[in-house]
């Protein structure tokens, strides 16, 4: 038994041993060649191989007090291809024993490429966010790059402007920032998703779709995530992207637990066009919960030309909020075709969906409805007269200058329900 403990032990100091040399050579590699040859790319794989036994190595490597005694590395350039090389290994195995390591490489006297790999490596391993955002100012437009993707692996948004602005650069940043985004695969929907939510070129909005649609099967796959926020943010991003394969996947979410992801996925149903969603929607503007209430109206609003005959419809519905809110969506989206619709609903029975129709009126810009408003602007709910008299106004806008008799009011009314 004594025999076979030695046995074993010896073995064991025979393997580390082994590792130990196999660890020094891969080092030497990295050391005397190219970052990203093919011997550099070998020497990396060696490393990975060994795992934690290697990471342990290449994270006390990561300064410079290691390159001591016989290890000491008489050029700078053997050190930066160890730390780029450590970098890489240790990024890819997400060993977060190095990120203090990592973090010392980003300093700005460092060659920019080492710099690159560190923040790409600290956004794998989803550590020292803070450190990182500091460099989005960064002179090199690749390190500000990297920094960003970095930030969105971690699900921080302060890196989000310049993802986005990435995408409207140059092609060698644009390629890079296609790449960067497509790994960091769910994560990179919310700051996609801003591209169609602000004022971004059109270009920028185009890439984030060619994105996303690339990303369609990891969005699916996260609409069963535990957390709520990330299956919201897929059905959005799904929304977006139009893509046909998504329509089974969403409705499965029309039942979801959180009112958000439901309305989320309902809006995307709506815009891929499936009549599913849009009854949901429909259905919602009837809620007694107003926060539904206006997340379906927003979603409506969003949903643009394709559902005004269901709105028309709306306004004749036997629920008031349903007739209001029908009356707020085909206002905000200046459905001119709802005219008839909408002077009809003046004579409402409900005086908030009287008011709603008045101010849809103002909003389109209806001239022919100008009679059936001045009648409501006796109407004995006073705020409903106030509203017809707004919508007179705003009309007036749009037909005569604003010194004209029908007199002109400045300002957007507030609509209630």
Known sequence: MRRLGILLA???????AGASRRIDEAMDRLAWTQPGSDVWKDAVEELVSLERTAARALTAALGEE???????????????????????VLGRMRYKGAVDGLKGLLKTDLPDDLRIKAAWALGEIKAHADPLAGHLKDQNPYMRLEV???????????GDSVLLASLGAEEEV????????WEAGHHAARPLLRAFREPWPEVVRERAREVLRKLTEDLIAALESSDRALRREAAEALGEIGDSRATDPLVGRLGDSDSSVRMAAATALSKIGDRRGIAYLFKALGSQDEVIRLRAIRALVEAGEAVAPDLRKGLRDPNPLVRCGAAKVLGENRAREAVPDLIEALWDKDAVVRMNAAVAL????????????????????TTVAYYARWAIGRIGAFIAPKSSSLGYFLGTPKTFR
């Open 10 to 16: 010896g073995t064991l100091l025979l393997g580390c």
């Open 66 to 88: 290691w390159f001591r005694d016989e290890v000491f590395r008489e050029y700078p350039e053997e050190r930066y291809g160890i730390w780029c090389g450590a970098a890489e």
């Open 148 to 158: 960003a993707l970095a930030l969105c692996k971690m699900d921080d948004s302060r």
């Open 174 to 181: 644009v390629r890079r920032a296609r790449e960067g985004l």
């Open 362 to 381: 103002g909003k389109i810009g209806a001239s022919e409805a100008i009679a059936a408003l001045q009648e409501l602007a006796e109407d004995p709910d």
